[in-house]
């Protein structure tokens, strides 16, 4: 019977295959044009200084704000000038920098900041994140926590050590090495550092098949689709909470106080930023409170005094005051809609014009 099914039904389950980690021959190409031996991988656009681009945008260092972290902030989906960062600079009137890269975890958006904010300085400064990325800060490669993912990476990752932040720097240093990727022995080293490594144990489809029904993997699945929480790109591990564990909570809070020290001491204000995930919007709609995940985020920054602005209660203020809300107007596929980008950049605009930045900004 357990044959039966699981040869059926195979495809809606993850079986151990080393096949799913090794970077082919056809995705060489691509890794190769987004390499970065630094950050891992990387988007740099044809500014003068590799921000993404809007028009209208200046470099005659009249820049109020500049915005690192992932997809979030990079935007995904939306056009230049739908960004949230295009719609502040254009209810403050000055300029708005987007750093973001796709995929980013919150140490490789920090890390950015850290090669480019000191020669790029803005008076404010922000750290975007989504409450997902805390899964990222542990990984090293990419596929490790998502099989399925496009970006066949590996990526520099922090640790704890004796109460400071320690470096891991990336497990591939040249692009030549990138060939690496296909080789199992040299990705069993990669999972050395990397949270997600075979952590679930993924069953083999084979011989004792009865087996497969007392590997836990297997039931979390099971559970996750039907809860309805597939898994995704933007959403691997819906059975995770990682947020819950102290050890990479604690790496998270390492990066954010980190981010802060260092913004303060290069003579900026540094400003966190929780960005609306889909998800973390319905649960807030459905219990009237505010994800467990972003709570603890908020609780952190007031016991350190750090400025941060979550945009989760942001969204069901609006959806609730609307008189035929709709999710559908506030995100796309994964990311959030130009309507939505709106709404963060009015929260940001209401935030700094409350600190008089807007009369202080840079003539």
Known sequence: MSFGFFQVFQDRFSFLDTELYRLSNANLPLVEKNFDARLGWSEHYPTPQGERPRSGSRHDGTALMSTYGDSYTHCDE??????????????????????????FGTGQAYLRFNDEFATHRTPVVALGLITENINRVVNVYRPYYYPGTQLRFTKP???????????LENPIQDKAELPRLMDDAFLRTVGRHDWWFNRDEYPVLGFPYSAILLNQRIWKEAISGKMERPVTDMNPRPWEELWEQEEPRSLM???????????????????????????DVEERLRTGRLPNAVQRILDHCEARLLDCIEMVSVFTQHLEAEEAPSLDDLFLLAHVSPEGNRLIAQRIADWLRERDWLDKKPE
């Open 78 to 103: 939306v056009d230049d000038d739908q960004t949230w960062q295009s719609f502040l600079a254009d209810k403050t009137g000055s300029e708005v920098y987007n750093y973001g890269v796709g995929g």
């Open 157 to 167: 990752r922090f640790i704890e050590r004796d109460g400071d932040l320690v470096l």
């Open 253 to 279: 809070f390492a990066i954010f106080d980190r981010f802060f020290v260092d913004a303060r001491e290069l003579g900026s204000h540094p400003l966190l930023l929780i960005l609306p995930q889909r998800e």
